[in-house]
């Protein structure tokens, strides 16, 4: 699979080259003492968590545990749920994204999401890749055309369909729908992507590819990923979060939750004694 | 026992299904029967060509085309008011309204098209006619324009509802997916859920216009009795249902040539919708598969 890292236009938001220069280790996300509740149901009790810049952070944890909830704050997704409510702080890029002045479609362009199953709009593929561009209002065919080529090239999809880009998106293998999401997701340029269970759905060989990808958009992106599969979260991620009743159990490094858990109910569930 | 039991019920099902059908072929057959008689005695390209549709004068013309005409313009005014109006109360229902609105609004609004049509008729007469006579002095007592924006009220339900069954069922995750990349509710509900939603869109659209098509008592109360091939929605006009009413209720004798006119006309108003209905039921066949 080829894929190259090339990006016609340069993003001249600031946030972004804060974290580009100097402060590599600021926190690229960073909430404290989150409690969310649907209306009398707590479903987070208080986690604070920072993941930083150019990262894949994995979210594990039994269904019900509140890992997407918690994933799913981070780009105000909770906000359309019915009796959804909040406390706490969650800063993005040092800016806290529940203020009452946050443009929330802002926010999203800033921090993509590819969903549990692969939800191509029904248009071409070329128009699901350009979608978030034509939103934003940009005429510029040119820069769609560039935008859409390299989003495609970045997931690896291009080969497979640079002949029929007129074609239905949904017309795609399940693996290929996915991976159109996240092309989708990437010509909007944002700088975290948001994942939840992006493999559930999908065979073996088209999880391997979604994984390889994810291992490599790492170098561009900050990658928070929601999975049930314990070999997932070994293999591709650097930090995993190990999530119980609405708790954060334990967040460290990948290797020691694999390795070497500090807690006894971390070890329960990865080593699948539970859950 | 119980086999026959079994039996009974499965045959009496049946039957029940078995008349249904009997009973709409009878008709087609009787429909064309007395249109083929119609039709030995006047040309089919007079009747597709005439301008004059005149069957009760001592001067006869059969020239469907005023009456066809009538009944176009009627159920354009009425789709013209219809859609934009059924349109938006459906997009505001599914992508805006509440969840206890939707639930309490939907079912009012199909109370619209329960309301008799005998009502909407003199509605239209007593009360739309003199309120536009108001703004155009000009307007007729019968016209097609009061009946047909009536007639268009009467259709709201048709578009709202089943547009909205539409958009409803678009799966969540489209618009997830839309509101995942930044885009609005406005983008959401007009870039993604209406195109998504378009074949019920349309099914509703052409369900509404077959209904306006073949609606009767509205403008046989309020846009006239007068064959008239015109597109000036202020003077008065006669739909094909009109004038079938108006032949009925008359005293031409059974088996006359001006008996014969109500089925040529029948078949003309049956044609048209036939097709409209064949055409909504392919649309939704096809919508289906795609979401399933």
Same mark, same amino acid.
């Given at each position: ?14 946030? #972004?080259?804060?974290?580009? +220069? ?74 806290? @994204? ?13 921090? &993509? ?23 934003? &209002? ?7 055309? #560039? ?22 998106? $949904? ?30 759905? %999908?065979?073996? @060989? ?31 991620? #650097? ?26 109910? +971390? ?9 | ?13 049946? +039957? ?8 709409? $072929? ?56 219809? %859609? ?77 509802? @089943? ?43 052409? $369900?509404?216009?077959?209904?306006? @098509?073949?609606? +009767? ?31 009925? $209720? ?43």
């Amino acid at each position: 699979m080829e894929i190259t890292m090339e990006n016609p236009k340069k993003k001249g938001v600031v946030l #972004d080259s804060i974290v580009d +220069t100097s402060l590599k280790k600021t926190p690229k996300i960073e909430t404290k003492n989150i409690k969310v509740w649907y209306e009398e149901f707590n479903a987070i009790k208080g986690i604070s968590m920072s993941i930083k810049p150019n990262t894949v952070t994995a979210f594990i944890g039994p269904s019900g545990c509140g890992k997407s909830t918690f994933l799913r704050l981070f780009n105000r997704m909770n906000d359309y749920v019915d009796g959804f409510s909040l406390e706490g702080k969650i800063k993005i890029n040092g800016q806290n @994204i529940y203020k009452k002045n946050v443009n929330v479609e802002e926010l999203r362009k800033e921090v &993509g999401m590819v969903f549990q199953k692969p939800n191509p709009f029904p248009k071409s593929i070329f128009d699901n890749v350009a979608y978030g561009l034509k939103i934003q &209002g940009i005429k510029d065919k040119q820069l769609i055309n #560039d935008r859409v080529i390299s989003s495609l090239k970045q997931v690896g999809l291009w080969e497979e369909v640079k002949d029929d880009l007129k074609k239905s998106g $949904l017309a795609l293998s399940g693996g290929q729908q996915q991976r159109l999401c996240i092309a989708r997701t990437l010509a909007v340029e944002p700088s975290i992507i948001l994942m939840d269970e992006p493999t559930s759905a %999908l065979d073996p @060989i088209s999880t391997a590819k979604i994984e390889e990808l994810i291992f490599q958009l790492k170098q561009k992106y900050t990658i928070v990923i929601v999975t049930h599969n314990m070999q997932q979260a070994s293999r591709i991620s #650097d930090y995993t979060a190990f999530f119980y009743l609405g708790e954060l159990i334990e967040f460290n490094k990948t290797k020691n939750i694999f390795t070497n858990p500090e807690k006894k109910q +971390t070890e329960n569930y990865i080593t699948g004694r539970f859950g | 026992m119980r086999k026959i039991k079994e039996l009974i019920i499965e045959k009496t099902l049946m +039957t029940s299904a078995l008349i249904t059908i009997a009973v709409t $072929l009878g008709i087609i057959l009787v429909l064309s029967i007395e249109a083929i008689q119609f039709f030995s005695e006047v040309s089919i390209f007079d009747f597709l060509t005439d301008t004059q549709w005149t069957p009760l004068f001592t001067e006869k013309h059969f020239g469907i085309l005023p009456l066809l005409s009538g009944t176009l313009l009627t159920s354009f005014i009425a789709i013209s008011v219809a %859609l934009p109006i059924g349109l938006t109360i459906s997009i505001y229902l599914s992508e805006y309204a509440p969840k206890a609105f939707r639930k309490a609004v939907k079912p009012l609004l199909e109370l619209l098209a329960s309301i008799p049509t005998v009502v909407y008729g003199f509605f239209a007469l007593v009360v739309v006619t003199p309120f536009l006579q108001g703004f155009f002095p000009d307007l007729a007592g019968f016209n097609s324009l009061s009946a047909g924006i009536v007639m268009g009220i009467m259709i709201i339900p048709y578009i709202s509802s @089943i547009s909205e069954d539409a958009l409803h069922a678009v799966p969540a995750s489209l618009r997830e997916a839309s509101y995942g990349m930044g885009a609005t509710k406005l983008q959401t509900a007009f870039k993604v859920i209406v195109p998504a939603a378009s074949s019920g869109i349309i099914v509703s659209i052409i $369900l509404a216009i077959s209904r306006a @098509i073949g609606e +009767t008592m509205i403008v046989a109360i309020a846009a006239g009795q007068q064959p008239r091939l015109t597109l000036d929605p202020t003077v008065p006009v006669e739909t094909i249902t009109a004038y079938i009413v108006q032949v009925s $209720l008359g005293d031409v004798q059974h088996g006359s040539l001006e008996y014969r006119t109500i089925f040529a006309a029948g078949i003309t108003l049956f044609t048209f919708t036939f097709l409209l209905n064949t055409l909504s039921y392919r649309i939704r066949k096809k919508y289906q598969e795609k979401y399933e």
